[in-house]
């Protein structure tokens, strides 16, 4: 229904995207560019995922500052500042023709943020800008990194090769409240420990990348790449479909932060579990990532893309509907894994698919900044639903829009193969 | 470089890596082997402490827990060799000790006249803790993969009562002077788990069970005269009067602090003063002394007593920054704990003793210790005879 026939042949007689290394690891049709990057980002996630976990105990119990300063730390995790950034460094990844050295830096600011924790541990104020700095690092490899991902991996098993990374990226996000949790169980008020330890796994990351990943095989030297170039992106009428689509939806999605709060508040558990919600997710993403994947890619990654989608619907469901009991409202937490299973890595393959090799990382880039300024409307819609009328009804607001959402973009998806 | 020289050097890398954090892992736990002089008062028969815990001893029983039978055989022989005390006696302290070594983090008890010599609870640990008339709260944080934080009630003894879950992390606690009161304060993540902003639930608690008496933003607050309500109220810092139904906190609302007047029965909150943090009244009920956030980075708080009957304010003579609810000593003395490390961040705190006068010089009391509360003799000897008749003598789980 969804076959892209005539535009994959037509993509793959005009690309080199050359596999590197070897093939069929572990039954699966990725290339060891993919593993290397995966573990790069198990190492990085670890590391970042086990600093935040005991970062607000280390601030209050441990070195007893007084949170009620940290008010100002706010503005420093979102920001479209980091937006812009990661769409300059997506699109100048392209023009240098340098994906792995943007990667490679964006790793090293995650890393030398941690090495800057450990140092300053005690000055809460540059303890704050390291997060930023963290946060910063990701928004700068992202784009970079999946374009090898994409360029390292053939055109039919895109979608695995994502799924293989994003299931490790989410092994990193369960792996590292264990470690934090069991260094710090070894070695009591080990809090520098963990904060060592982390700078060493960011490390490792970041040695891996640099070391085992194999810069993706140049393109043609075609035309330079510019700005202009690279904004263009959004004429390529395959892409731009995408683009509308992936903004569309992510203004109809619920954030984490604040489906975790709905459920939290629903059940009636204590704040202090909200953590776990987001632990209990990224288990269930890393397990369902690569079937998922490899299921996409065998029967079409636009259905997959939308039935994760659709999973949103029943989360909502479950999340607003009055009288359903605790149980139906924790299974709400699977469907979110479900739902980051089928679709984040998904969208990264859809979009690689129809993107030239020599813009890859722009194009990449370009969608993540769209996502993410739709998803910062989204919440800020959110919290002015609930604010003004109550959680509930902006979720069924939500769970509308969705549902509309769902259609246009089915309509969106099979339109582009009928042109 | 050929893919295998990379492999190796990677393997290197990994090794040096897993190298470097068990080294240094190996140097914080020696580091925090027990400090030499804190793990000596232990092991030493303190005759001294004898005198000053006469109930403490009486009630403590015997579990099997080694810690425990520690501080016990250091104590037990000396209460039956001591006489009884002549001189007036000395108040006691319970904290939280601060040191990093083996008892870091431990409820403990100590003589304000003999520091050192302290009994540590077996398996209690506090971020918070606060004693009045035979009843302690403890705010605990409970290490797992994910950190959960409950209320403790604890006797003389240092064994566990009931225990409550928390909403956040531990900021205040206070019992009221019958001990049929607390007030627990706590950290609460606003919107988002990610977010690092934080508000304040303060609530009241009755002793006997746990059971929540009031949420403090439930009150009607009152400002000159007239209702007052914003959607932004914070309440921090409980100080009971000793008509215990009465008590005083901190209010924030836009960036400022108030002081606040409560009543807990009629549920009202009347603000008598601006610029007031963490109040905390004095034994006699005539001052306040509180934390009042100063411009200078360098000290961020500073300390300053109320007169309640003229209102007249007096900067205490403590140059650094404090950011404690103080605890008062006596009359005219006031505690608080300092990091050991003066710029902050060292794991280690001491307690402090400044008499709360403009020119007082603050020396320290306690090395080691963090959350000071006094049980001074009078409330002491109130608190033994209680236990004579068997009220607060026992605890369910």
Redesign the interface.
């Known amino acids: 229904m969804y076959q892209l026939d005539w535009i994959q042949r037509l993509q793959t007689r005009s690309t080199t995207s050359a596999a590197v290394g070897p093939r069929r690891k572990w039954g699966l049709d990725v290339s060891s560019n993919v593993w290397s990057l995966g573990f790069t980002s198990l190492f990085t996630d670890i590391s970042s995922e086990m600093v ?2 005991i ?3 280390y601030f ?9 300063r ?2 100002i ?2 503005g420093i ?1 979102q920001g479209a500042a980091v937006a812009l950034l990661s769409l300059a460094a997506g699109i100048l990844a392209d023009r240098w023709r340098r994906q792995k050295e943007i990667a490679v830096a964006g790793y090293g600011f995650s890393a030398f943020s941690k090495l800057i924790l450990l140092l300053v ?4 104020m540059l303890a704050a800008v390291t997060l930023g700095l963290d946060r910063v690092g990701k928004g700068v490899r992202t784009a970079p990194r999946d374009a090898i991902i994409s360029l390292s991996s053939k055109r039919e098993s895109l979608a695995t090769a994502f799924a293989v990374h994003r299931g490790l990226d989410a092994g990193g996000a369960v792996l590292g ?2 470690v ?2 069991f ?2 169980r ?8 963990v904060i ?2 982390s700078f ?2 960011a ?2 990351g970041l ?2 990348i640099s ?2 990943v194999e810069k993706p095989v140049a393109a043609p030297a075609g035309r330079e790449i510019s700005w202009q170039r690279s904004l263009a992106l959004w004429n390529h009428r395959p892409f731009r479909v995408l683009l509308i689509s992936g903004g569309l939806l992510s203004l109809v999605t619920v ?1 984490d ?2 489906l ?2 709905s459920l939290q508040k629903r059940t009636g558990v ?7 919600f ?2 209990l997710t990224a288990g269930i993403y890393l397990l369902l990532s690569v079937p998922m994947g490899r299921i996409a890619d065998r029967w079409g990654r636009e259905k997959i893309f939308l039935t994760g989608n659709a999973l949103l619907i029943i989360i909502y469901l479950l999340l607003a509907m009055p009288g359903l009991g605790n149980r139906a409202a924790f299974a709400a937490i699977g469907f979110l894994g479900a739902y980051y299973a089928s679709t984040d890595g998904v969208m990264a393959a859809m979009s690689s698919a129809v993107l030239k090799p020599e813009l890859r990382a722009s194009g990449l880039a370009i969608l993540n900044t769209i996502v993410s300024i739709f998803r910062f409307f989204s919440s800020f819609l959110f ?1 002015l639903l609930s604010v003004t009328g109550s959680a509930n009804l902006a979720i069924i607001v939500f769970l509308a829009g969705m549902a509309m959402a769902l259609v246009a973009v089915r309509w969106l998806l099979s339109g582009r193969e009928r042109t | 470089m050929t ?1 295998k020289q ?2 190796l ?2 393997a290197g ?2 090794a040096l ?2 190298l ?2 068990v080294v ?2 190996v140097i ?2 020696r580091k ?1 082997r027990p400090v030499p002089e804190v793990a000596a008062s232990t092991s030493k028969p303190p005759a001294e402490l004898a005198p000053e815990t006469p109930q403490a001893m009486a009630s403590t029983p015997k579990p099997p827990s080694s810690t425990v039978v520690h501080a016990k055989q250091a104590v037990v022989p000396a209460a039956i060799k001591s006489t009884p005390p002549v001189k007036p006696a000395a108040p006691l302290l319970y904290f939280r000790a601060n040191q ?1 070594g083996d008892q ?2 431990k409820l403990s008890v100590a003589s304000a006249d003999a520091p050192d010599q302290r009994k540590y609870a077996p398996d209690l640990y506090c ?1 918070r803790v606060y004693f009045s008339h035979g009843i302690g709260i403890c705010l605990t ?1 409970n ?7 409950s209320a403790v009630r604890f006797g003389e003894d240092l064994k566990r009562g009931w225990s409550i ?6 900021s205040r606690t206070r019992v009221s002077p019958s001990g049929r009161l607390a007030s627990i304060t706590v ?3 606003g ?8 508000s ?1 639930k303060t609530m009241i608690l009755d002793t006997a069970k746990g059971d929540i008496l009031a949420d403090l933003e439930t009150l009607s607050v009152s400002r000159d005269g007239t209702a007052w309500q914003s959607a932004d109220f914070n309440f921090w810092g409980v100080t009971f009067q000793q008509n215990e139904n009465r008590f005083y906190a901190t209010l924030w609302s836009k960036g400022k602090t108030y002081l606040v007047d409560c009543d807990l029965i009629h549920r009202t909150a009347q603000v008598i003063h601006e610029d007031v943090e963490c109040p905390s009244l004095s034994p006699d009920n005539t001052r306040i002394a509180f934390k009042r956030r100063t411009g200078s980075p360098r000290a961020l708080w500073r300390i300053y007593a109320l007169d309640l009957k003229t209102m007249v304010e007096t900067q205490l003579g403590e140059p650094r920054n404090v ?1 404690d609810q103080v605890e008062w000593l006596d009359n005219s003395h006031i505690l608080y ?1 300092l ?1 050991q ?1 003066e ?5 280690s ?1 001491d307690i402090w003793e400044l008499p709360a006068t403009p020119d007082g010089t603050p020396s320290i009391l306690l090395k080691g210790g ?1 959350s000071p509360a006094v049980v001074r003799a009078k409330a002491e000897a109130q608190a033994a005879a209680n236990l004579k008749i068997g009220t607060f003598s026992t605890f369910r789980n």
Not at chain 2, 165 to 170: A, Y
Request: hydrophobic residues 45%; charged residues 5%; glycine residues 12%.
């Open positions: 935040s976990s970062l607000p105990i209050v119990s441990y070195l007893q500052f007084n949170p009620l940290f008010g730390l706010d995790y541990g005690g000055n809460w409240p264990l934090a949790f260094l710090l070894m070695v009591p008020g080990g809090f520098p420990l060592m330890a060493c796994l490390l490792m040695g891996l070391l085992l954030s932060g604040f975790y709060l204590p704040v202090t579990t909200l953590p776990l987001a632990f919290g | 893919r990379s492999v050097l990677f890398l990994c890596c897993v470097a954090s240094y892992g914080i736990a925090a990093l870091y983090g971020d944080s290490r797992g993969v994910f950190t959960t934080y879950p928390l909403n956040g992390e531990p950290f609460v993540s919107h988002s788990y990610t977010a690092l902003n934080f304040t950011d704990a990091s490390n710029k902050g961040g060292s794991a705190s963090f």
